[in-house]
């Protein structure tokens, strides 16, 4: 089978593989989409401490099952995957911390998104894989896990009807969280600096700003801010517009080692709330899916474009260079 290999920093290439063989209780998955996630763009041009090379990449995946060996999955279904699941039996996992599961990573995808086929571990198939109806395709299927990550964080805000709610960033996150920061009922400002995703943007937000031309407005402050891009002083901006009592959330991931000062009486005084989020739950995973299977979520804003796994270079090089917003491989 064909795999995507990232080989080095800069460095991807078309691979052969066998194709994996499956065990009981595990299923063997024809990869149909797998979208390019943030972390596969870093990755790619910086390196991950945590990702090896040589290595498949890709996380955000559907697809068609080819083979099973789990009576509660039968050849042909339609299917999107949680790359990961809690172990549920850990320190973490009993107080529902499931993102810091201490076996988080124990069984993943074989041998990784950007695949023809991958091995499922039975307990992904078990709690993490999810069947979609024939009106969802499989390229929007793909957009599945990052939604779930996003309703990890919007949950953890504690959002209500009527908040008045900052999402900076306007990447795919930004934009899947101020939509569904619009469906819990808020109002959604959001800031960035890209033209064509602005203009996604004025589709979902209420207010959009442009921050190359206009200042976000300060006010009473924020209930609640996302900080969706991975600049340290971009959290330091939500604390000067967030109001007091309100939740500052750090969404995106940061450079190893990034060091803020903050006003600690901001915490005391004014009750600030600084949080972060990573990840999420199968509960969220199968949830995103429901969302987007029921048009409530419209993954057509998100999709910039689906490219044959030959021209993969291309659409990372254009991911990074911040062209449109999800670009989905389809195999
Ligand atoms: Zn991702
Ligand atoms: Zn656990």
Known sequence: MKVILYEKEKQIRLADREIPVIRDGEVLLRVKACGICATDIKTYLRGHPLIKPPVVLGHEVSGEIAESRN??????????????????????????????????????????????????????????????????????????????????????????????ILVI???????????????????????????ERLSVARQIADTVIDVRKDEIPGGIGFDIIFVAVGFPELTETALHLVRKGGYVNIFGGLPKGSRLAIDLNQIHYQQV?????????????RLALNLLSHGTINPELFITDTVRIDDVESAFEKSANREGLKWIVSF
Not at 173 to 195: E, N, W
Not at 273 to 285: H, N, T, V
């Open 273 to 285: 709330i600084l949080d972060g989020s990573f990840g999420f739950m199968p509960r969220q995973f």
């Open 71 to 164: 009576e509660y999955f039968q050849v042909g279904q339609h299917v999107a995957v949680a790359p990961y699941v809690p172990c549920g039996m850990c320190y973490f996992c009993q107080r529902e911390e499931f993102s810091m599961c201490r076996d988080l990573f124990a069984n993943s995808i074989d041998p990784g998104g950007f695949a023809e086929y991958i091995r499922v571990p039975a307990r992904i198939v078990e709690k993490g894989m999810f069947e979609f109806p024939d009106g969802l395709s499989f390229s929007q299927a793909a957009l599945t896990e990052p939604l779930a990550c996003c309703i990890n964080g919007i949950e953890r805000s504690r959002i209500k009807v009527g908040d008045n």
């Open 169 to 195: 960033g306007d990447g795919p996150i930004g934009l899947m969280l101020a939509h569904l920061a619009k469906i819990y009922g808020a109002s959604v400002t959001l800031s960035g600096m890209v033209d």
